[in-house]
């Protein structure tokens, strides 16, 4: 804490008194740390022999005319300099899977968080638990964590962490059930991709109805007699969200008859099943997959077996990052990086902010 010069004897007029107070305090401000606190109005006055409410008057003229700085919280004085290091929002936290091989994704929403966590001048506080989600291997599908491990994944991140952050960005793997359960610490708090039936919390999700709708026009005006959805790995809500919005799609536009049962493309051995069924299917068939990594092993397994795109066969992605479009795979493209700008701005809005995230066509070569 700064030290003050020894108190000055004698009669005083106000304008004098109010003048020696301003040199203390400038003195003071020279002499203190950044990150350390001035004296109080009380060990001013008291070392000075004036009322607190002449000192504080003094302060308020300094902060005023900025050479000091007062804390929001506190109330305590700082050298105006400490306005920079202590005056900041705290972090937004992430509560996302961890990003390895495969997770092109979660890359994207990370670099939309990170440019709207700049805009606002706001720090990141990036989390994951390995139990959330375990995918080493991204030929195989991933374990997701069942809703009783994620409320304790939850329960224990925020009783170590929730109080330092100022507002959560959770992705699609976060169940409702267990979201439900944090309400009251988990604020603000923003829920990604997938619909979120949680009504305290923000979401901003993808628009997996109009999407479908456009998958299914695409296909169809592309003259493919028979549409077959592959799931590309079980547990993923967004999955079977938008695996609902292509049956209710289908429905829509009259065409269920042309959208074939749904398989499972998580493994080698579903993927060649899926290989198989187009190779023996009689009329023109095309795949729409809701994951970019797996429409491309499918699409590198149908070329291996001779299928030809689009000629032969067709295939579309449903999640349409870069590594789709840089594959030169037919996709709808969510963009995921606005997706994450849109995140940190909920978090700063004063009410729950829903909005849907419209995707875009992307044609390549594989439709």
Known sequence: MSKLPAQVHGPKTAGTLDGDLIATVRQAVANAPTDQPLPTTREFGKRFGVANTTVFRVLQRLTRDGEIWQHPTSGRYYPATARALLDRPKPVACLIRRL???????????????????????????????????????????????????????????????EAAGGFVLDHLWSDEALRVETARLQPAVVLFRSCGVESYSNIRADFRSGALKALAHL?????????????FAGDLAVAEFGAALAAAAD???????????????????RAAVIERLRRASR???????????????AQAASDAGLRCPERVGLLSVMGTDLATKAGISCLRYDFRAMGRMAVDALGNAGVVRHLLEPQFSAGVTT
Request: net charge negative; aromatic share 4%; charged share 25%.
């Open 100 to 162: 390895k091989l495969g997770s092109e994704q979660y890359r994207e929403l990370l670099e939309g968080i990170s440019q709207g966590c700049g805009a606002l001048h706001r720090t990141m506080l990036l989390w994951h638990d390995e139990l959330l989600v375990n995918h080493p291997d991204p030929h195989e599908p991933p374990i997701f964590a069942p809703v009783a491990q994620q409320r304790a994944i939850l329960n224990n991140f925020v009783d170590r962490h929730g």
């Open 252 to 270: 829509e536009l009259g065409c269920r008859g042309r959208l074939g049962a749904t398989e499972s493309g998580g493994t080698n051995r579903e």
């Open 284 to 298: 023109r068939a095309a795949v729409v997959c809701p994951e970019d990594n797996v429409t491309a092993l499918l």
């Open 220 to 232: 169809l005006g592309r003259g493919f007699e028979q549409i077959i959805p592959v799931e590309p």
